[in-house]
């Protein structure tokens, strides 16, 4: 607010100069602003020195990669676009960005300001375009207003709930004060006293904008601010649990944020001892032997359920809106976000308690709670822990008995190429899934953004460089983001691209086939994808046919061996066939 008055003041003080003094000397205005004239500053020689930059082939790439950086580090991810269209191309992978709750910073360039509405490449007003989408926006229009705008909005970006933020960075402002006034619009041999007096306001545009541009400013972290539950929110969520008999935890990506650390949250649900389903991002929380964990059979286990604790979850399409819930059923919500805490609350489901606050330090402060109660889940709920792990064995059994069945096309089963890959995939593998059929149990997000790959796994390749990272795409995904291997390839970051490829947009045709008895604009070709991406110089594998489990294991073992070795990206090409197990899957 300060920043903002002091310019506010300045303003009306040029203009009133201008109103007794039409010709205003440039002696005067480098001696009335603070301006280091000589200096070849503008803070793009630091980048290289201090920051990884890695470059992709799409803008909006570039952000679906700061979304998974943020993600991943539970901390801000950034991305840097070019104008106008650079900005319009980070729509979506924005939108995601927001609807999955990332603490993302997208900056953008712009028209310099004194050209700003007067016809310049790509000049077009960018903030309302993507206003809806972000928690803070800003222009910079002052050098030195640069660093008190960022620190601004790092904070604002992860505090409460946290989502983007958006800086629009003018041209002029990125250069040096002798570049600026050597491509500023200066009249030659100015002649009237209304040419006379736009030079000199040009003269006086320049001045304000680096005046204090290399003061010294405050660079520490401004702090961020994290809702967190009363002792009395958790007193009563406390008393609904340990009158519990059949209680559930469904855990969102919200749970996985800062400031509880992975592990500390792992112990605190193992502690609590609740039956646990996972969802978004807290998948692979508590490792694959987890005797909590519960992957099937989720929509029973709701509807019998006598205690619900939404921790970060939301009533959204991926909880049927709240609408499975039996009415009997003490529902307990805890977010950060009042609107997400109580979507579709009152019209399809109702809560015993609701807690707008971090989740992981409310589940924190709930387990030490119930530890004084002397409250052990396990040991409580034991009969209802033993009756969900028999569904599960059962439900797994029924799954495994379709890796039997042949496709009518003569295509690989999709389970048996899954079930490979599951015996696989490095155990600290990061997955990213990238298409609604194929995945089966994986989503992008709320969103359910088709295109995310790519931009996902570069993301989780710069945060974690050693460990193996797949992407999992659909044939129709795969067309949205393939190009970025040649990222991958340039920046040596070797990731696995395997494509499940039915040559068809399946979950579209599997609902409008039947309804409309048309398969328009559903079907693909057997694209040989693998020699596209080959091209751009990955290593690639071609599998289709009738094969087993341990032919795929054995085919794939071979490939990814030898891309860990030569340190190169791999893209394997599935032509999949056509079955059932996948039926009734599509959410809307």
Same mark, same amino acid.
């Given at each position: 607010?300060?920043?903002?008055?002091?310019?506010?003041?300045?303003?009306?003080?040029?203009?009133?100069?201008?109103?007794?003094?039409?010709?205003?000397?440039?002696?005067?205005?480098?001696?009335?602003?603070?301006?280091?004239?000589?200096?070849?500053?503008?803070?793009?020689?630091?980048?290289?020195?201090?920051?990884?930059?890695? =470059?992709?082939?799409?803008?909006?790439?570039?952000?679906? %990669? $700061?979304?998974?950086?943020?993600?991943?580090?539970?901390?801000?991810?950034?991305?840097?676009?070019?104008?106008?269209?650079?900005?319009?191309?980070?729509?979506?992978?924005?939108?995601?960005?927001?609807?999955?709750?990332? !603490?993302?910073?997208?900056?953008?360039?712009?028209?310099?300001?004194?050209?700003?509405?007067?016809?310049?490449?790509?000049?077009?007003?960018?903030?309302?375009?993507?206003?809806?989408?972000?928690?803070?926006?800003?222009?910079?229009?002052?050098?030195?207003?640069?660093?008190?705008?960022?620190?601004? $909005?790092?904070?604002?970006?992860?505090?409460?709930?946290?989502?983007?933020?958006?800086?629009?960075?003018?041209?002029?402002?990125?250069?040096?004060?002798? *570049?600026?006034?050597?491509?500023?619009?200066?009249?030659?041999?100015?002649?009237?006293?209304?040419?006379?007096?736009?030079?000199?306001?040009?003269?006086?545009?320049?001045?304000?904008?680096?005046?204090?541009?290399?003061?010294?400013?405050?660079?520490? !972290?401004?702090?961020?601010?994290?809702?967190?539950?009363?002792?009395?929110?958790?007193?009563?969520?406390?008393?609904?649990?340990?009158?519990?008999?059949?209680?559930?935890? @469904?855990?969102? #990506?919200?749970?996985?944020?800062?400031?509880?650390?992975?592990?500390?949250?792992?112990?605190?649900?193992?502690?609590?001892?609740?039956?646990?389903? @996972?969802?978004?991002? #807290?998948?692979?929380?508590?490792?694959?032997?987890?005797?909590?964990?519960?992957?099937?059979?989720?929509?029973?286990?709701?509807?019998?359920?006598?205690?619900?604790?939404?921790?970060?979850?939301?009533?959204?399409?991926?909880?049927?809106?709240?609408?499975?819930?039996? !009415?009997?059923?003490?529902?307990?919500?805890?977010?950060?976000?009042?609107?997400?805490?109580?979507?579709?609350?009152?019209?399809?489901?109702?809560?015993?308690?609701?807690?707008?606050?971090?989740?992981? @330090?409310?589940?924190?402060?709930?387990?030490?709670?119930?530890? *004084?109660?002397?409250?052990?889940?396990?040991?409580?709920?034991?009969?209802?822990?033993?009756?969900?792990?028999?569904?599960?064995?059962?439900?797994?059994?029924?799954? %495994?008995?379709?890796?039997?069945?042949?496709?009518? =096309?003569?295509?690989?089963?999709?389970?048996?190429?899954?079930?490979?890959?599951? *015996?696989?995939?490095?155990? =600290?593998?990061?997955?990213? $899934?990238?298409?609604?059929?194929?995945?089966?149990?994986?989503?992008?997000?709320?969103?359910?953004?088709?295109?995310?790959?790519?931009?996902?796994?570069?993301?989780?390749?710069?945060?974690?460089?050693?460990?193996?990272?797949?992407?999992?795409?659909?044939?129709?995904?795969?067309?949205? #983001?393939?190009?970025?291997?040649?990222?991958?390839?340039?920046?040596?970051?070797?990731?696995?691209?395997?494509?499940?490829?039915?040559?068809?947009?399946?979950?579209?045709?599997?609902?409008?086939? !039947?309804?409309?008895?048309?398969?328009?604009?559903?079907?693909?070709?057997?694209?040989?994808?693998?020699?596209?991406?080959?091209?751009?110089?990955?290593?690639?594998?071609?599998?289709?046919?009738?094969?087993?489990?341990?032919?795929?294991?054995?085919?794939?073992?071979?490939?990814?061996?030898?891309?860990?070795?030569?340190?190169? #990206?791999?893209?394997?090409?599935?032509?999949?066939?056509?079955?059932?197990?996948?039926?009734?899957?599509?959410?809307?």
């Amino acid at each position: 607010m300060f920043l903002t008055f002091y310019r506010q003041t300045l303003n009306k003080c040029a203009k009133n100069y201008f109103k007794t003094n039409l010709i205003l000397n440039s002696k005067y205005s480098s001696t009335t602003f603070n301006i280091d004239k000589e200096s070849k500053r503008h803070g793009g020689e630091l980048v290289a020195s201090v920051l990884k930059i890695y =470059d992709t082939r799409h803008e909006v790439n570039a952000v679906f %990669a $700061a979304d998974a950086v943020a993600r991943l580090r539970q901390h801000i991810g950034v991305a840097a676009v070019t104008s106008g269209p650079g900005v319009t191309n980070t729509i979506t992978s924005l939108k995601n960005a927001q609807l999955a709750e990332s !603490p993302v910073i997208l900056l953008a360039g712009a028209a310099p300001t004194l050209m700003k509405g007067k016809g310049a490449l790509q000049d077009i007003d960018q903030i309302p375009i993507i206003q809806s989408m972000c928690k803070f926006t800003a222009r910079i229009t002052n050098v030195e207003d640069i660093v008190p705008t960022l620190r601004e $909005a790092i904070s604002i970006s992860q505090s409460g709930t946290s989502g983007p933020v958006f800086i629009e960075f003018p041209l002029d402002v990125l250069q040096t004060y002798q *570049e600026v006034l050597r491509d500023a619009s200066f009249i030659k041999n100015p002649d009237t006293q209304e040419k006379k007096k736009f030079d000199e306001s040009v003269h006086q545009h320049i001045s304000r904008q680096f005046h204090n541009a290399w003061s010294q400013k405050e660079f520490g !972290p401004l702090p961020v601010t994290i809702p967190k539950p009363s002792t009395e929110e958790i007193t009563k969520v406390a008393d609904i649990l340990e009158n519990a008999k059949r209680p559930l935890l @469904l855990m969102g #990506s919200q749970s996985t944020l800062p400031p509880l650390k992975s592990d500390q949250l792992v112990q605190t649900v193992n502690n609590l001892g609740i039956p646990t389903y @996972l969802g978004g991002m #807290s998948r692979g929380l508590l490792g694959t032997n987890s005797p909590l964990q519960m992957r099937q059979n989720r929509k029973i286990a709701i509807k019998e359920a006598d205690v619900i604790i939404l921790a970060g979850a939301v009533c959204d399409f991926r909880l049927t809106y709240g609408k499975g819930f039996s !009415p009997e059923t003490k529902v307990i919500s805890i977010n950060r976000s009042q609107e997400q805490m109580l979507k579709n609350h009152g019209v399809f489901w109702n809560s015993a308690a609701t807690i707008q606050a971090d989740v992981g @330090l409310t589940l924190l402060e709930l387990q030490n709670h119930m530890k *004084e109660r002397k409250w052990r889940g396990s040991e409580k709920c034991r009969e209802w822990i033993e009756k969900l792990r028999e569904m599960e064995i059962k439900k797994e059994e029924d799954t %495994a008995k379709k890796l039997a069945q042949k496709p009518d =096309d003569g295509h690989m089963n999709p389970l048996v190429l899954l079930t490979a890959m599951d *015996e696989v995939i490095p155990k =600290d593998a990061i997955l990213v $899934a990238d298409g609604g059929d194929f995945v089966g149990r994986l989503d992008p997000g709320t969103f359910g953004t088709l295109g995310v790959g790519a931009g996902f796994a570069l993301g989780a390749k710069a945060v974690y460089p050693e460990r193996t990272v797949v992407i999992i795409y659909g044939d129709g995904s795969a067309g949205y #983001s393939l190009m970025e291997f040649d990222t991958f390839v340039r920046h040596k970051l070797p990731v696995v691209g395997i494509i499940g490829n039915d040559a068809c947009w399946t979950q579209i045709a599997r609902e409008q086939v !039947p309804h409309f008895k048309s398969a328009v604009a559903c079907d693909l070709d057997y694209t040989h994808y693998e020699d596209a991406a080959k091209a751009l110089g990955t290593q690639s594998l071609f599998l289709d046919g009738d094969m087993d489990v341990k032919q795929v294991r054995e085919a794939l073992t071979q490939v990814m061996a030898r891309s860990r070795t030569e340190k190169q #990206s791999l893209v394997v090409n599935v032509l999949i066939g056509k079955t059932n197990f996948r039926e009734g899957s599509i959410s809307v």
